[in-house]
């Protein structure tokens, strides 16, 4: 069975920065398709940015460039998130997904393509 676990997030200052994790469990970690993304109350759920485990092929959202960057530690089957020069816009639920065996996968943000969600982290940024 597979199973997400997030981790990390808390409250933070404006400018802070905050690493969340994602243990996966339950299937080849080594080919899956994971993403990050993160709701706000009253807000859509929206994509952050997303890698393919067996090549380490990463992919961001326009708008998230350059503060977010994701990883991975595939001994620990874990999913990072690096957040940097935080904002309050930047409170929300963070949530990664996964579809395992998907095969190769890029750029994709859409939630109905992934099987699997982690219950997520909260991340609230104070100014």
């Known amino acids: 069975q597979v199973h997400l676990e997030e981790s990390g997030g808390g409250s933070v200052q404006t400018g802070g920065s905050l690493r969340l994790s994602c243990a996966a469990s339950g299937y080849d970690y080594e080919f899956a398709c994971m993403g990050w993304f993160r709701q706000a109350p009253g807000k859509e759920r929206e994509g952050i940015a997303g890698?393919?485990?067996?090549?380490?092929?990463?992919w961001y959202a326009d708008s998230m460039k350059g503060r977010f960057s994701v990883s991975q530690d595939t001994a620990k089957n874990t999913l990072y998130l690096e957040i940097n020069d935080l904002k309050p816009e930047d409170s929300a639920k963070y949530y990664c997904a996964a579809d395992p065996g998907g095969g190769t996968c890029y750029h994709r943000w859409i939630t109905a393509d992934y099987p699997n969600w982690g219950q997520g982290t909260q991340v609230t940024v104070s100014s």
């Open positions: 890698l393919y485990t067996r090549t380490l092929t990463t």
